[in-house]
C-alpha cells in the first residue's frame, strides 16, 4: 500500500510563495503518477498539478500554469508543489495524490491514495 503524508502549509500574503511537500512510502509501482489537488470550503476538489514517477512528465491546470511547479525526489520518495505568486483564490486544502497507473487523469475519484491534506491560506 502507498502512504502519503502532506505539510509545508500556512498563512502567507498574496504575492508570496510557499512550498508543499508529500512524503510517500510504499512501492513505487503503485505511484506511477502523483498529483496535487486542492479543495475549498463548499467547493469541489479541484486538480492542480500531476507528474509521471519515473519520467519526470508534468502537466498543469490553466489556473496555475505558470505560477506553480510541481517536482518529485525519487531517492527521498517526495513529491513537492512549489507555489509563486500566490492569490487569495488559491486557498484551501491541498491534497497529495497517488495512481497505480500512468494517468492522464485529472478528476480526483482516478487516484487510488489519498493523503490527508495541508491548509494553504492566502491573506489579501
Known amino acids: 500500500q502507498v502512504q502519503l503524508v502532506e505539510s509545508g502549509g500556512g498563512l502567507v500574503q498574496a504575492g508570496g510563495s510557499l512550498r508543499l511537500s508529500c512524503a510517500a512510502s510504499?512501492?513505487?509501482?503503485?505511484?506511477?503518477?502523483m498529483a496535487w489537488f486542492r479543495q475549498a470550503p463548499g467547493k469541489e476538489r479541484e486538480f492542480v498539478a500531476r507528474?509521471?514517477?519515473?519520467?519526470?512528465?508534468?502537466y498543469y491546470a490553466d489556473s496555475v500554469r505558470g505560477r506553480v511547479t510541481i517536482s518529485r525526489d525519487r531517492t527521498k520518495n517526495t513529491l513537492y508543489l512549489q507555489m509563486n505568486s500566490l492569490k487569495s483564490e488559491d486557498t484551501a486544502v491541498y491534497y497529495c495524490?497517488?495512481?497505480?497507473?500512468?494517468?492522464?487523469?485529472?478528476?480526483?475519484?482516478?487516484?487510488?491514495?489519498w493523503g490527508q491534506g495541508t491548509q494553504v491560506t492566502v491573506s489579501s
Open positions: 507528474i509521471t514517477w519515473i519520467g519526470g512528465i508534468t
Open positions: 510504499g512501492g513505487s509501482f503503485s505511484r506511477n503518477t
Open positions: 495524490a497517488a495512481d497505480r497507473r500512468i494517468t492522464s487523469a485529472t478528476i480526483s475519484s482516478a487516484y487510488d491514495y
